[in-house]
């Protein structure tokens, strides 16, 4: 079982943009906030961004504050990763992932269920 599908990433120049989609499986999308983390080789898995189960709120890493937009389309099961200024330090595997609950959380293990993640590498 796969619950969560994620797609979007490639190779993309320093300074490009990116949009990362997450589709959901058919569970109760709606009830629970999403987020998205990322992975490098050799480091541990790290937050990115999460948002509320309406879309209300968002919370972002600093790292990426100001450069990454998190959203979501509840009638579509289906939560995005928008990408703009993109750094070669952005370089990672971007996961995303279903919360326990209905508020966002930068914890990983407030998260139940995780996608397999799409390769995005920022080349300079």
């Known amino acids: 079982q796969v619950p969560l599908v994620e797609s979007g990433g490639g190779l993309v120049q320093a300074g490009g943009s990116l949009r990362l989609s997450c589709a959901a499986s058919?569970?109760?999308?709606?009830?629970?906030?999403m987020g998205w983390f990322r992975q490098a080789p050799g480091k541990e898995r790290e937050f990115v961004a999460a948002?509320?189960?309406?879309?209300?709120?968002?919370f972002y890493a600093d790292s990426v504050k100001g450069r990454f937009a998190i959203s979501r389309d509840n009638a579509k099961n289906t939560v995005y990763l928008q990408i703009d200024s993109l750094k070669p330090e952005d370089t990672a595997v971007y996961y995303c992932?279903?919360?326990?609950?209905?508020?966002?959380?930068?914890?990983?293990?407030?998260?139940?269920?995780w996608g397999q993640g799409t390769q995005v590498t920022v080349s300079s």
């Open positions: 948002i509320q189960w309406n879309g209300g709120s968002t």
């Open positions: 058919g569970r109760a999308f709606s009830n629970y906030a």
């Open positions: 992932a279903q919360a326990r609950g209905p508020y966002k959380s930068a914890v990983r293990g407030d998260y139940l269920y």
